[in-house]
């Protein structure tokens, strides 16, 4: 089984929409069954006492407007153990790729690619925590999926 594992800064924002909305195309073409998908922040700031914060309500309200559901994800904290655990690291971000590198060690770094990168793009999906564009990062981390799908 390929593991797949989304990056950013907080796991409320964009790695869950990614983890999300790739586990949506996946189903929708029959492949769940082939595949680990996760999520996960470099930050511990929205992991309290161990217990992880819920999708940020706007993201949530527009996975819910396209028929995903965000119920039961929480925000998690990368850790050096997932570096043996999965294939595949994708950040949202050039500063979550030094994070991810940093938390994994420099065996890893193959494994982390920036998710535009497969749509042929070497931007990064801003923050919407931030740029309150969250249409924005919807669209692009819907390309950065569709393109990663299509290597897969
Ligand atoms: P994300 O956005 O990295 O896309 O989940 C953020 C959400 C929350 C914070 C930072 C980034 N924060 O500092 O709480």
């Known amino acids: 089984m390929y593991k797949i594992m989304f990056v950013c800064l907080g796991n409320i924002c964009r790695s869950p929409m990614a983890e999300l909305v790739c586990k949506d195309l996946l189903k929708k073409a029959g492949r ?12 511990s700031e929205n992991v309290y006492n161990g217990v992880g ?49 940093r938390i994994l060690g420099e065996q890893h770094a193959g494994k982390c690619k920036k998710l535009l990168s497969y749509a042929g793009e070497s931007g990064d999906v801003a923050d919407p925590w931030y740029t309150r564009d969250f249409q924005k990062a919807y669209d692009d981390i819907y390309r950065g999926v569709q393109g990663l799908l299509k290597t897969l």
């Open 32 to 43: 769940e069954g082939e595949f680990l998908i996760s999520s996960a922040a470099t930050s």
């Open 53 to 101: 914060a819920p999708v940020y309500g706007p993201i949530k309200s527009l996975l819910e407007s396209k028929g995903i559901s965000c119920a039961g994800k929480r925000a998690q904290v990368l850790t050096q153990a997932d570096g043996e655990k999965y294939d595949l690291f994708l950040c949202m971000d050039e500063s979550n790729v030094r994070n991810v590198k």
